[in-house]
């Protein structure tokens, strides 16, 4: 694995690394969700269960983009190219 890329697991929704409990999702019965982030699933569902496959993409970017300091551009990259591959949007 390259240095610097985060580890896994990984929301299935944003791709956000989850490292610590308090990431995790958590389900229906308050049991912590292994496949999705705090920000994505809550009560056992999608907090922004009509948003698109292309506004997660900007969202994703526009995050990335922040929190790294990189080019929009290079993040909407990057995000377009692993957003797709998740399980949420595989389908």
């Excluded at 912590?32 to 969202?59: A, L, S």
């Excluded at 790294?68 to 998740?86: F, N, R, T």
Aim: hydrophobic share 30%.
């Amino acid at each position: 694995m390259e240095q610097g890329q985060p580890q896994g697991p990984f929301c299935q929704s944003c791709g956000m690394p989850m490292t610590k409990p308090e990431e995790f999702g958590k389900n229906a019965d308050d049991s912590q969700n292994n496949e999705y982030c705090c920000y994505c699933f809550q009560n056992g569902g999608f907090t922004q269960y009509n948003i698109t496959m292309e506004q997660m993409i900007d969202k994703v970017a526009g995050m990335m983009a922040k929190m790294q300091g990189m080019p929009l551009e290079k993040a909407k990259e990057m995000a377009q190219a692993l957003i797709p591959k998740l399980k949420r949007w595989s389908q």
